[in-house]
């Protein structure tokens, strides 16, 4: 994310190639790597991932939907609406909103409010040009100085039951659910019927607890210094229970894999690690 996101230090089809060699059939993006500032460039890095035989999916932007400010939620909404604009140029037919940063002082009611209603007004661009929104029960923008306001379950399923349109969605991380100290399987059976995409990862802490977590995430950019991804498969993730439950209200969309900071290799297994489950519960997709 520094590299491609802060100093500049890898370009963007450095990181199509590399991703080229994996066992993958799309390529998510992230509305703030550097070179996506050029709107000129867009048609060719599309071009550059299918002439890789891939996709891009999905499009992860960060919006900051439940700061008190007016003035500063309605520019989050252009952006939004700008980057909307930028998943369909990529041919991307997702685009994940957030909430927003859980900053001091913020009640939950009125977080909510104000996350539901921003969302909400972004959809009707979205669904102009066939893109469809998905909440992520999400942890922390890499670049946040606050974790996210629905990180918790009952927060997140508040705000999802308050938007109801058909360019909606859940994009389902159940290792975040852990990091929020509650039960994946028990958020999923809350909004299974609204998943349309997920994050496969296995986080995991290197040192100390959950307890140690809390004290150290709000008031710092990013993610604290003890947090890691993992190896998808061998974290605490019980992921033939979670395939079951999205196989059984008939879920068929992406499935993006959080995985790689030890390198190619660690990616490479959690690839075959999730085809393998794939093949097991959706045999019909290749």
Same mark, same amino acid.
């Given at each position: ?10 370009k963007?089809?450095e ?7 994996l ?8 509305a703030?790597f ?40 309605l ?21 994940? #909103?957030? *909430? ?28 102009? !040009? ?23 379950m ?15 969605? #859940? ?14 399987l ?8 609204r998943?349309? *995409?997920?994050?496969?990862s296995?986080?995991? !802490? ?18 604290a ?6 190896? #998808? ?54």
């Amino acid at each position: 994310m520094q590299a491609l996101c802060r100093s500049g230090s890898m370009k963007l089809t450095e990181w199509i190639s590399m991703a080229s060699t994996l066992d993958v059939s799309g390529l998510e993006w992230y509305a703030g790597f550097l070179e996506m500032e050029d709107e000129s460039q867009w048609p060719v890095l599309r071009q550059a991932v299918e002439e890789k035989g891939l996709v891009i999916p999905m499009l992860c932007c960060s919006p900051d939907f439940t700061h008190p400010d007016e003035g500063f939620r309605l520019r989050q909404m252009e952006k939004q609406r700008y980057w909307i604009t930028m998943a369909h140029a990529l041919g991307a037919s997702y685009c994940r #909103v957030l *909430s927003g940063q859980r900053r001091p002082g913020m009640e939950v009611a009125r977080g909510i409010d104000l996350a539901a209603t921003c969302i909400t007004d972004c959809l009707p661009h979205a669904r102009d !040009l066939g893109v469809t929104l998905v909440l992520e029960n999400h942890y922390k923008d890499d670049f946040w100085e606050y974790p996210e306001f629905a990180q918790q379950m009952g927060v997140f399923c508040q705000l999802v039951d308050r938007i109801d349109h058909p360019n909606f969605g #859940v994009n389902f991380d159940p290792s975040n659910t852990f990091l929020a100290g509650e039960d994946p399987l028990e958020l999923l059976d809350r909004v299974a019927h609204r998943v349309v *995409s997920m994050h496969a990862s296995d986080r995991y !802490l290197i040192s100390g607890t959950l307890e140690d977590l809390r004290k150290e995430e709000a008031g710092a950019p990013g993610y604290a210094k003890r947090l890691r991804h993992g190896e #998808v498969g061998k974290g605490l993730n019980d992921y033939d229970a979670i395939f079951s439950k999205l196989q059984a209200v008939g879920f068929n969309g992406w499935i993006s894999i959080e995985d790689g900071v030890e390198g190619m290799e660690q990616l490479k297994r959690s690839v075959a690690f999730l085809r393998k489950k794939i093949a097991k519960y959706w045999p019909d997709i290749t």
